[in-house]
């Protein structure tokens, strides 16, 4: 489907980098924007609060007219008490692209669209996907199985060919995609845009520890955990760090959403539990966010220029 006017002619590949709870930074976006694909970063990663209204004046300071745009994530969910103070600081600053997730994001897309903005929303299921339709949404993020973070479980061939029949608009599909050929491929699935999340805390600008960055160039699908243990939400971890903090995967006690809090006074005991996809097996490095893009640019053209098939039953 044809991009939203605010993307085309703005991307060097059909990609947007995830937004990483803590691990993304003011650089890490600027490079991405630089490189050709959309950079984002939490609301969260700004702490105090007050120290978002500075971080988003820096990256909007840092990027031109030829960059891509950036995005930045707000976490609407009951227990988040910035939700406000952050949609109000990206409102001021005209933030291009706000990524929604948790909660149908209804009052944020009708204050978004107010200045212009675009509003991707985060799904795991047809049912969000409706409700993120109706609440009027530029986009959805198809968060499939694999994926980072707070996944899904269903596959991406059956996430996007159910949502896909409902909705022409913008798709954008996460779940283990680390390659510029995935890249391709989840175009060739019905989707417009791919997420790149694990990909990019493997990178030089991203603040994640060098344990975290080794753990994932060293490590391969079998070490993910997809568990709510930590969140309330199933998400997917890496393994060795759940063993690190001295626990064993393969026994974390049963918890339920209701224990989901993403408020400033929370208590963040697994600080030192690190999410990842499924797609790490693939990841060999971690070179500055530039060459990351320019890597996936070359393998897309590559894979493209590949698929010249024959017919079938030639």
Not at 119 to 139: C, M, P, S, W, Y
Not at 292 to 301: D, G
Request: proline fraction near 7%; hydrophobic fraction near 45%.
């Amino acid at each position: 489907m044809p991009l939203p006017p605010l993307l085309q002619g703005r991307l060097r590949l059909p990609a947007i980098g995830a937004p990483l709870f803590i691990v993304s930074t003011p650089e890490l976006v600027l490079a991405q924007c630089r490189a050709g694909i959309v950079g984002s970063i939490p609301s969260l990663n700004a702490r105090p609060a007050e120290a978002l209204d500075p971080m988003l004046a820096r990256i909007t300071a840092g990027l031109t007219a030829q960059d891509a745009p950036f995005a930045v994530n707000l976490i609407v969910h009951a227990s988040n008490d910035r939700v406000e103070h952050d949609l109000s600081v990206c409102e001021r600053h005209r933030v291009p692209i706000i990524i929604t997730s948790l909660r149908p994001p209804q009052a944020v897309v009708d204050r978004v669209h107010g200045w212009g903005g675009l509003v991707f929303h985060d799904v795991t299921n047809l049912r969000h996907a409706q409700k993120a339709i109706e609440a009027g949404v530029d986009g959805l993020i198809l968060v499939a199985a694999g994926a980072g973070g707070h996944a899904g479980t269903l596959s991406p061939f059956a996430l996007v060919a159910e949502v896909r029949r409902i909705y022409g608009g913008t798709l954008i599909l996460s779940g283990s995609i680390t390659t510029g050929a995935q890249i391709l491929a989840a175009q060739a699935m019905g989707a417009d845009l791919a997420y790149l999340g694990t990909r990019f805390i493997a990178s030089a600008e991203a603040q994640a520890a060098e344990g975290y960055k080794r753990m994932i160039v060293e490590g391969q699908a079998a070490d993910i955990l997809y568990t709510p243990f930590f969140t309330g939400i199933p998400g997917n971890y890496l393994k060795p760090s759940i063993m690190a903090s001295g626990l064993d995967p393969e026994a974390l006690p049963a918890v339920d959403k209701t224990s989901a809090n993403f408020g400033t006074s929370r208590v963040k005991p697994w600080k030192d539990v690190w999410g990842a996809g499924q797609g790490i097996g693939s990841i060999t490095d971690a070179p500055p966010a530039a060459e990351i893009v320019a890597r996936l640019r070359a393998e897309y053209e590559a894979a493209r220029a590949a698929l010249t098939l024959p017919a079938s039953g030639a």
